[in-house]
């Protein structure tokens, strides 16, 4: 339902201390800390004195409700009239985080060369994965074989997944027939998504080196389970491979969901790997009412989420969870006598989880924003920016002139005036030749409609309205012409 303008900044009151001139006094101490850091760096011990695990008894079990104080963190610490593609993530917190990130400057790919960097990693993708109730398949705290990393984007997830699936079919396929040689296995293995997945999603295809087949959503822009199983079908039938799915929640397009309920159990059936992509939506599942948009999510082998894009994490922070890291390991295992410690085997290695070798201290991002906001304060921005979405569906609506063309679920309005494409097409291209918001178009099965996201974590009731007074403006012109 659409939300009263007159109340959605009370209603979604964010504290305002970490906004406020705080930052400026802390961002001094932590300049002054990092300057300290370095000058005084060769006093350090080259090699850490901690064994693997040091680090979660002294962090909480879960993130907090409420938020600490600044004072308390261990280390002493865009436009809202931009309405294109998706949110990026920024805040105070992460800012700083990124400033400390880089003056360590360690570059992670073993647990020896920075057990804090993945340590804190293991831990935070643990906070995290509670957040959303994910399951605990998923999380490197329940004892079994799961655990999360961050990729740079969720086009590397998207990929990490498809070769670790890929290492599996091959895998499968030498067990049950010994003589076939790799090229054979490859040549016959196929990977789904739908026609609405993001473009990574078929790039991933190119750079794996495999068919990815596009399958048609239902009228609703959803792919369902039997349009998996009848592809999967056909081409077991053809004597393929099938081995690889990409179920999206919260499409590029229009924000829409596949059907993940019903897409688990055909992949689970036929040991096909499901993953899914949930970039921009995934944020939103830390409130428990948008969590049914997730149901199946048992079933899926690997799930993946943009701190970077609407959870004040600034980029690039891309959150990824896998039930059985072991195949990526297995499969991106090289590992030469230089790489190699006495501790292996007992914590995470995470070069073997990703496809570069070398990566930043990104927990420092979610430890610091999961800590300086909390959970609720999280929720009460994601909820915000739902219900200013909303605000602006309900101002659409007032305007015969135009009409929606998705249900409003997310932080995304998509609409479109009335009629042809070109009516459409020209109010875009004058808005954005205006200067005083700026939009992007999509199109789907040939109906093309404007998409209106709410990006900036500064925009407030005032800007939404300006934001439609100025697409009003527009479209008289447009229309008298």
Partial sequence: MASSSSNIEERFKINSEMESAQFKDFAKEMIDYVSNYLENIRDRRVLPSVEP???????????????????????????????????????????????????????????????????????????????????????????????????????????????????????LA?????????????????????????????RAGLLGGVTLKSLKPDSSNRLRG?????????????????????????????????NLDEIGPVCNANNVWLHVDAAYAGSAFICPEFRYLMKGIERADSFNFNPHKWLLVNFDCSAM???????????????????QHDQQGSAPDYRHWQIQLGRRFRSLKLWFVLRLYGIENLQTFIRKHVALAHHFESLVRKDDRFEIT????????????????????????????????????SKINDVYFLRLAICSRYTETADIELSWNEIKVVANEVLSQ
């Fill in 174 to 202: 030498k067990q049950a027939h010994p003589e076939w040689k790799d090229s054979d296995i490859i040549s016959k293995l196929v990977a789904y998504s739908s026609s609405q997945s993001h473009s990574s999603v078929e």
């Fill in 53 to 171: 695990g040091y680090l979660r008894p002294l962090i909480p079990e879960t993130a907090p409700e409420k938020p600490d104080n600044w004072e308390d963190v261990v280390t002493h610490w865009h436009s809202p009239r931009f309405h294109a593609y998706f949110p990026t993530a920024n805040s105070y917190p992460a800012i700083v985080a990124d400033i400390l990130s880089g003056a360590i400057a360690c570059i992670g790919f073993s647990w020896i060369a920075s057990p804090a960097c993945t340590e804190l990693e293991v831990v935070m993708l643990d906070w995290l994965g509670k957040m959303l109730d994910l399951p605990k398949e998923f999380l490197a705290c329940s004892g079994g074989k799961g655990g999360g990393v961050i990729q740079g984007t969720a086009s590397e997830a998207t990929l990490v997944a498809l070769l670790g699936a890929k290492a599996r079919a091959i895998s």
């Fill in 406 to 441: 998705e249900e409003v679920i997310m932080g995304l309005v998509c609409f479109r005036l009335r009629g042809k494409n070109e009516i459409s097409e020209n109010l875009l291209k004058n808005i954005n030749a205006r200067g005083v918001i700026h939009l992007v178009p």
């Fill in 226 to 258: 039997e349009t998996v199983e009848q592809a999967i079908k056909e081409d077991i039938e053809a004597g393929l491979i099938p081995f690889y799915v990409v179920a999206t929640l919260g499409t590029t397009s229009s924000c829409t969901f596949d």
């Fill in 321 to 339: 969870w896998l039930k059985d890291p072991s195949w990526l390991v297995n499969a991106f295992n090289v590992d030469p006598l230089y790489l």
